[in-house]
């Protein structure tokens, strides 16, 4: 009864080309005219494409040094001796001496790498609270609950910033120092240590709570620092502009890695004398010991890299790209192969028919 | 019994919508799973990601299927609501007074007129017709076209019209309690102290229309539900595919998957965190309810299975529908499936099969109204050894009739203006008053049991019980014999404009044994004589002995008839000596009066009088097919579709359509008829047919043999075997029975399914459902039932699509179908096409979706080995919420929307192109494990390649590039360049939407991405969005693009060296037939199929009679035959 009513108000159905699903269209074929040439015109441009890849990351210099100070490796040695077994490990000074024989062409980045630090597991990386980083009073008192267990402090505090990865804050600090000539005096290099965070976290993202009658401090008043942390947040720095949340140094560990070894940029090297690279001649690097990583099996090293039009030293995209190159020449030699063989066949039954 | 008559057919109303549509909703598996996922989301010690990554496309789930059950749901509301408001006429107070339909209840009395339906289930109380008659058709609700009678009890038939009277009627009436049962009531009536029996003649069902009855006046007895029309519209079976059915095993294959895996992956954290998490420690503390690695791990468990939930795609099924919806609308709009004539469109009343229709295999028909027009044409007749009708130039028969003048039949008023005949030399051999014609003509006229009706002066309608003989007597008419009118013992003939009247002395009806009729008149003249028509090979053993000569002649015709295809019959009559009459009446009483053996007694009585006749002639009635329906069957032949007619008709009937639909061919090697009445003799015959067609099949050893004998338990697949040739099987309704009782069934398949067409007659339509079953059951293939009739409706039901013709035989076919249309050459359209389309739709649609959340969920899995199994995401979680949902549902939509490989005019020109859907060969497990190695392959190059890319390393302005934030930036840009190019691969016919679509989605997505860490969202909401600024710094990285164009490229090459290659080393026949077309572009498609139609003129097919007994003994009893005059002068006596 229902469909009868239906079938009397039918009529002529639309003749449009959607309806008749007769929509103007392209209908390539993948002939072998296209997917041959696509094989061999793609192979040799990832070859090129790898070549240039893989030279300009070789072309790339990069020092490193494992300061962990595991078994005899150097003075930190003794550093990390003494931080065994003890949290918060005292803090502790070591160095690190290197002699450049040329110069290290710059600019020269100088990186901290970590080991074994997993910045990237789930439960470390939410404990954080993006709120507070941007400066909203309420979660300054409240913090989000993921901070746990450094949500509050022992004494009920809420503490600032809170969480895993704001409590596990790097506190290594690096000097460099360079011999001119040898037997003469070292001479401190300057570290260009501001902008090593991305800009859009550094002027954006993080943002001191408002400041209490000009005074930062006085914002975070009623907050606890991190465990781990030797002073308040609104003390990391001197400089009142690099202070509190808005820090050069926080703001990059705050951006957590995606794999458990990973660098973060510590300095540039541009200034002055060295703008042009590290010249030849013996250096020593002066390093407070204060970040606990043994305890994990994690390892510390410092490293001087400088960067060309692709970035740092990858040779992972050359290499990749040389074979993915090489491979498409290949299967399209094979496909060439065996279109030739099966399209004699075809003729051959052709001629038959 | 307080009820009233309105009927419900809608689910919900504006109050219970939501609660009972979730609740429906909720009870499908899949979405019940998402909604206990969004709750596990929901326990911060577990859940990685924040609940709305379910919840939004959860929602957006329901909300659309809610959207969509609202809106079916309203169109049941509108129905009901113009069903219900129509208006019938009620008794109230002694006055008619016009009503709703809802407003009838039980126990009202309610005036009906001519041709309305019938309101609900009423009994008949009287009627303008003599004895309180009502005549109604029933086609709504069993098909029949035919008129059926139904009579008021005499008691309430003298109420009339007296509207007093009728007032003050108290009858009790007292019976069964509501049922489905069309053909049984029973009840009784108390009235003025006395009590009447009722039965089903008594009773006017809902849904039936009354015919040729002025008015009638009806009590109500079963209103609204309780009617036996709402009563049978029982809720039909829900319909799957077996697609659906594929889809939910995949489902559970890939959720046991999951298990596996986050098993792995709770391993793996509870290594991790005994090794190196439980000293990581000063770090990153436990958590208080973490007492031991494996407690962590245990909810680590947990915690991946809420991130790897997106294997089990959430938006699959909904996907689906949208895709198998839109592929419907298609049908529905396709102008090629319209059928001008009765402005009928196509229609897919069921949404969820399309992509079975590319898949069919064996196609049940009816005959009757699907293959035939259920049209019977006067074509041709042999009068007294002259043939008339034929064509002088002997072309096929369709050039000739548009060439032909028709016969001018002005010279009878009384003509059917609707009757057309082709050879004048019949039309002056009347005219020249031939004595043979004449006689001939006057044998039609007389000879049938036809009413006729005058409802206007001079135009008759003629009421038949079969068609063809509607059609002799529609001949004879034009011809200037007018059967007018008839009593039950009179006739009244305008023979040549002149009235005579002839007397009926006797009809000796029709039965199935017999196979003839004949009728005895008096003549005006005086003379007695008998007329008869019937099979040629009846009546051949019945006549004289002095036509002989004439009966060669006759049969040469004959042969010519059955050539054409024709069904034939021959008139033959006899002259009766009164004495011999008289005595031969005295017995036929006697026999008509016996109590035992009646029929068989008069049939031998009949046989006493059927003899020594006079041969007349012979008639051919043309059964019209279909427009294309020859060229049709040959095309599905060609896609490997075997055609099974099943039919209620006779074995010759059915037979001759067989061939001249080109469902057998004279070229065959054999047709086996297996015709066996017990057990022993089906088996024998089928044995017999089988060892013919493939000998080594009947041995013992066959396995399928060896299987049969064990009697297996398990319901299995037989087989298919190739025969050797090609051969046909009819089989009839009779020895079906046996088959299908006696544990034949499997032999009765097997011999079955190696012929090419089989032939089931005399089917009851239970028997059509079950040879449907049967191959349900034991064939691995899709059937698809097409009829029109009631008789058909239940194969329609049993058989995976269900195709309904809509034709003359009333809705019910039409109702129960899941598509419907007009012609049965629409067929071809419809599976070739449309099905191919939407099989091939929904196979590159689940190739591609499997593949997209395999590749996008399984990252997850190898990044858990480098952050230590913690159930860290790749990805930003606004990003797994819209992959699905926003990013990648487009083009994926508009692929199996839009595609097509071919286009119809190429896939109907090579129905072979169809196979690929019978062998299900573009979607299958083999399929699905090469759509999994192929996510897993690139889920692997997506993180490794992205990995390789930031390990150690830095941007180009020296700060580090290895930030979680900008890894997650990589892969799922990567991921979105991989599926957009692997799906762009996929596409064969780039549209404008296509390319809309496809990379209108990659533009999207990135537009969202800058949205979505855009400065402004991010501080506003610095807990939800947390890529504050992440877009703009990183995109502007050379590495990211090198590592972004290296996955991509990692991932397409396979794509595209699979697609090269096979086309090469295992082409499919769409790859043949695609070079094809690309090859034949400049030039004209080849030429369509083009069918000539031979007929051998072995096959003779009979007279085909309704088998049910005609309306002879209605006729003789006299009921239906008084005179309205009587009736009118008694009229006012009453009052």
Request: aromatic share 12%; charged share 20%; proline share 4%.
């Amino acid at each position: 009864m229902t469909w009868s009513a239906a079938a009397r108000g039918a009529h002529q159905p639309d003749n449009t080309a959607f309806t008749q699903q007769r929509l103007p269209a392209w209908q390539p074929l993948l002939s072998a005219g296209i997917t041959l040439p696509l094989f061999f015109c793609a192979g040799l441009a990832f070859l090129g494409l790898g070549l240039g890849l893989y030279y300009s990351s070789n072309a790339i210099q990069e020092l490193e040094h494992d300061y962990t100070g595991d078994a005899d490796a150097g003075s930190c040695a003794a550093c990390a001796a003494q931080g065994q077994g003890r949290a918060p490990p005292p803090p502790c000074s070591c160095s690190w001496h290197f002699t450049l024989s040329e110069l290290f062409p710059g600019p020269v980045y100088l990186y901290y790498e970590l080991t074994g630090f997993y910045q990237n597991n789930r439960r470390y990386g939410v404990s954080r609270d993006d709120a507070q980083l941007s400066g909203l009073v309420s979660a300054l008192r409240h913090p989000a609950n993921e901070c746990a267990p450094y949500q509050f402090s022992a004494a009920g505090l809420p503490v600032a910033p809170c969480g895993a990865v704001a409590n596990s804050l790097f506190n290594d600090t690096f000097s460099l120092w360079h011999q001119r000539q040898s037997g003469g005096p070292y001479v401190e290099v300057p570290l260009d240590r501001a902008a090593i965070a991305w800009w859009t976290d550094y002027h954006i993202k993080f943002r001191n709570p408002p400041l209490v009658n000009g005074s930062l401090a006085l914002a975070f008043r009623g907050t606890a620092p991190p465990p781990n942390w030797r002073r308040p947040v609104y003390e990391l720095s001197p400089d009142p502009n690099n202070t509190g949340f808005v820090n050069q140094d926080f703001v990059v560990w705050m951006r957590t890695a995606a794999l458990p070894t990973f660098r973060k940029l510590y300095a540039r090297i541009r200034q002055g004398n060295y703008s042009a690279g590290l010249p030849s001649g013996a250096y020593r690097v002066d390093i407070a010991y204060n970040y606990p990583v043994r305890a994990f099996g994690g390892h510390k090293l410092l490293v001087f890299s400088n960067i060309s039009w692709m970035g740092g030293k990858n040779p992972f995209l050359g290499i990749a790209y040389l074979v993915v190159g090489s491979l498409c020449i290949v299967v399209g030699f094979v496909m060439l192969a065996v279109y030739i063989r099966y399209q004699d066949q075809d003729d051959d039954e052709n001629d038959d028919e | 019994m307080e009820e009233d008559n309105t009927i419900k057919t809608s689910k919900y109303n504006a109050l219970n919508f939501l609660p009972m549509n979730l609740f429906e909703q909720f009870r499908r598996l899949a979405n019940a799973y998402f909604l206990s996922l969004v709750f596990l989301q929901l326990i911060p010690q577990i859940s990685p990601l924040a609940s709305y990554t379910t919840l939004i496309p959860l929602t957006v789930v329901l909300a659309i299927t809610a959207v969509k059950d609202a809106i079916d749901d309203m169109k049941r509301h509108q129905n009901d609501n113009q069903v219900n408001n129509r208006p019938v006429l009620l008794l109230v107070n002694g006055r008619m007074e016009e009503d709703k339909w809802m407003n009838v209840q039980v126990g009202d009395i309610i005036k009906l007129k001519n041709n309305q339906p019938v309101t609900a289930d009423i009994l008949l109380l009287s009627s303008s017709e003599p004895y309180g008659l009502t005549y109604i058709e029933t086609a709504e609700l069993d098909g029949e076209t035919n008129l059926k009678v139904k009579q008021a009890i005499s008691v309430t038939s003298e109420l009339e019209d007296n509207l007093e009277l009728l007032s003050a009627f108290d009858g009790e009436v007292k019976c069964d309690l509501p049922n489905n049962k069309l053909d049984k009531f029973t009840g009784t009536l108390t009235y003025k102290g006395k009590k009447y029996s009722l039965g089903h003649d008594k009773l006017l069902l809902r849904g039936c229309i009354i015919r040729n009855t002025d008015w009638c006046y009806g009590l109500v007895i079963y209103t609204g539900p309780d009617t036996k029309l709402m009563q049978n519209s029982g809720k039909s079976s829900f319909k799957r595919t077996q697609m659906d059915r594929f889809m939910n095993v995949l489902v559970l294959w890939i959720f046991l998957l999951l298990i596996i895996m986050c098993f792995i992956m709770a391993i793996g954290h509870g290594i991790w965190q005994s090794k190196i998490g439980y000293y990581f420690q000063a770090f990153m503390p436990w958590d208080n309810y973490v007492s031991s690695s494996v407690a962590s791990a245990a909810l680590i468990y947990w915690s991946y299975f809420i991130i790897l939930n997106t294997m089990v795609p959430i938006s699959l099924y909904i996907s689906v529908e949208i895709i198998r919806l839109g592929n419907s609308f298609y049908i529905n709009w396709d102008q090629k499936m319209f059928y001008a004539p009765r402005n009928t469109q196509a229609q897919a009343h069921t949404t969820t099969l399309n992509e079975e229709l590319g898949q069919v295999k064996y196609v049940f028909s009816d005959k009757t109204g699907t293959l035939t027009q259920n049209i019977m044409i006067f074509n041709k007749c042999s009068i007294y050894r002259k043939l008339y009708g034929n064509s002088s130039d002997k072309v096929g028969s369709k050039v000739t009739d548009c060439k032909k003048e028709k016969v001018d039949f002005s010279y009878n008023k009384l003509a059917s203006p609707n009757f057309a005949f082709y050879d004048n030399t019949l039309v002056e051999a009347v005219k020249n008053g031939d004595k043979w014609v004449h006689l001939f003509f006057l044998a039609l006229s007389l000879c049938h049991t036809v009413m006729s009706e005058e409802k206007v002066e001079g135009e008759l309608v003629y009421q038949a019980q079969s068609p063809d003989e509607g059609a002799l007597v529609t001949a004879a008419r034009n011809f200037g014999f007018v059967f007018r009118s008839r009593t039950s013992d009179t006739i009244t003939v305008v023979e040549m404009g002149v009235t005579r009247v002839y007397q009926l002395l006797a009809i000796l009806d029709f039965s199935n044994v017999r196979k003839r009729m004949s009728v005895i008149v008096r003549t005006p003249e005086d003379r007695l004589m008998l007329f008869c028509k019937g099979a040629d090979t009846i009546i051949c053993e019945l006549l004289q002995s002095s036509c002989t000569d004439l009966i060669d002649v006759t049969m040469e015709h004959l042969d010519d008839f059955a050539t054409e295809g024709l069904r034939t019959l021959m008139v033959a009559y006899r002259e009766l000596d009164a004495a011999f009459f008289q005595t031969w009446s005295h017995k036929h009483s006697a026999a008509y009066l016996s109590l035992e053996d009646r029929e068989y007694k008069l049939s031998v009585v009949y046989k006493e009088i059927e003899k020594d006749l006079m041969l007349l002639g012979a008639t051919a009635i043309e059964d019209k097919l279909q427009d294309a329906v020859p060229e049709t069957i040959i095309t599905l032949n060609k896609a490997q579709i075997k055609i099974w007619v099943l039919t209620g008709d006779k074995q010759e009937t059915a037979v001759n359509i067989a061939y001249a639909c080109s469902i057998f061919e004279d070229e065959m090697d054999e047709v086996f008829m297996v015709q066996g009445k017990n057990y022993e003799t089906v088996f024998q015959e089928l044995r017999a047919a089988r060892a013919k067609m493939k000998p080594e099949t009947s041995l013992e050893s066959n396995p399928t043999n060896v299987r049969l004998s064990s009697k297996p338990k398990m319901p299995f697949i037989v087989p298919d075997e190739v025969p050797n040739g090609n051969y046909g099987l009819v089989i009839s309704g009779y020895s079906l029975a046996c088959a299908l009782e006696e544990n034949l069934e499997l032999e009765l398949l097997q011999t079955a399914c190696m012929c090419k067409g089989v032939i089931c007659c005399r089917m009851t339509p239970l028997q059509k459902a079950q040879v449907v079953e049967l191959v349900k059951k034991y064939k691995k293939a899709v059937t698809l039932a097409i009829g029109d009739g009631a008789n058909d409706v239940s194969m329609i039901k049993a058989a995976h699509i269900g195709v309904g013709i809509r034709g003359l035989e009333g809705m019910q076919a039409m109702l129960n179908s899941d598509f419907s249309f007009s012609q049965f050459h629409y067929l071809q359209r419809l599976l070739l096409v449309h099905g191919r389309w939407s099989y091939n739709r929904i196979c590159k649609f689940l190739n591609y979706f499997f593949y997209k959340n395999f590749t996008f969920t399984l990252v997850h899995f190898w990044y858990a080995f480098y952050n230590g199994f913690s159930a860290q995401t790749v990805y930003d979680s606004w990003f797994m919420t819209c992959f699905n949902l926003i990013y990648t549902s487009l083009p994926v939509l508009g692929l199996s929307l839009f595609d097509q490989d071919m286009n119809d005019t190429w896939s109907l020109s090579f129905p072979e192109l169809y196979e690929a859907g019978q062998q299900n060969l573009f979607f299958n497990k083999k399929k699905f494990v090469n759509c999994l190695i192929y996510g897993i392959y690139s889920s692997f190059v997506l993180f490794f390649v992205s990995m390789g890319t930031i390990h150690n390393s830095e941007r180009d302005d020296g700060k580090d590039i290895s930030d979680f934030q900008t890894f997650s930036l990589i892969v799922q840009t990567s991921l979105m360049c991989v599926v957009t190019m692997q799906i762009a691969l996929k596409t064969t016919y780039w549209t404008l939407m296509s390319h809309l679509f496809i990379w209108g989605s990659l533009g999207f997505y990135f537009c969202m991405l800058f949205f979505l860490y855009s400065d402004g969202l991010c501080v506003m909401f610095p807990s939800i969005f947390h890529f504050l600024g992440v877009a703009r710094t990183s995109l502007n990285q050379t590495q990211l693009w090198l590592s972004i164009i290296l996955s991509t490229v990692l991932c397409i090459i396979p794509a595209i060296g699979y697609k090269f290659l096979k086309r090469l080393v295992y082409p499919v026949f769409v790859d043949k037939v695609l070079d094809l077309s690309w090859h034949y572009r400049k030039y004209p498609l080849p030429p369509p199929i083009h069918v000539r139609l031979k007929h051998s003129n072995l096959r003779r097919s009979a007279y085909a009679f309704s088998h049910q007994n005609g309306f002879g003994a209605l006729i003789t009893s006299g009921k239906t035959m008084s005179r309205r005059q009587k009736k009118k002068n008694s009229f006012p006596l009453k009052k």
